[in-house]
Nanobody, 123 residues
Framework: QVQLVESGGGLVQAGGSLRLSCVAS????????MGWFRQAPGKEREFVAA????????YYADSVRGRFTISRDNAESTVYLQMNGLKPDETAVYYC????????????????WGQGTQVTVSS
């Protein structure tokens, strides 16, 4: 059974930084694209970033490109999201996602979700 466990959320002031982590277990981590999504109160879940199986290719939402960095450590079965320059409207629950595919494309199916970690950005 696949499990994704996020950590690293919390309260930060606008302009601050946080690093989220997601540890995966249950199947071969290095064979799957990994991603981060977020859901703000009253809004739909939205894509934030994704990373290829090797970590060589990364993909970002326009709103976070240049401020957020996704990375992975296949030896540790962990994916990270470094978030810099956080804004109050980025307050949301952030979710780790494991895709079914080994090559990323928009709309690829997500097999598993983490439970989410709350990020609150104060103004």
């Amino acid at each position: 059974q696949v499990q994704l466990v996020e950590s690293g959320g919390g309260l930060v002031q606008a302009g601050g930084s946080l690093r989220l982590s997601c540890v995966a277990s249950g199947r071969t981590f290095s064979r799957h694209v990994m991603g981060w999504f977020r859901q703000a109160p009253g809004k739909e879940r939205e894509f934030v970033a994704a990373i290829s199986t090797s970590g060589a290719r990364t993909y970002y939402a326009d709103s976070v490109r240049g401020r957020f960095t996704i990375s992975r450590d296949n030896a540790e079965s962990t994916v990270y999201l470094q978030m810099n320059g956080l804004k109050p409207d980025e307050t949301a629950v952030y979710y780790c996602a494991q895709y079914s595919v080994s090559l990323y494309y928009i709309g690829a199916r997500i097999d598993y979700w983490g439970q989410g970690t709350q990020v609150t950005v104060s103004s």
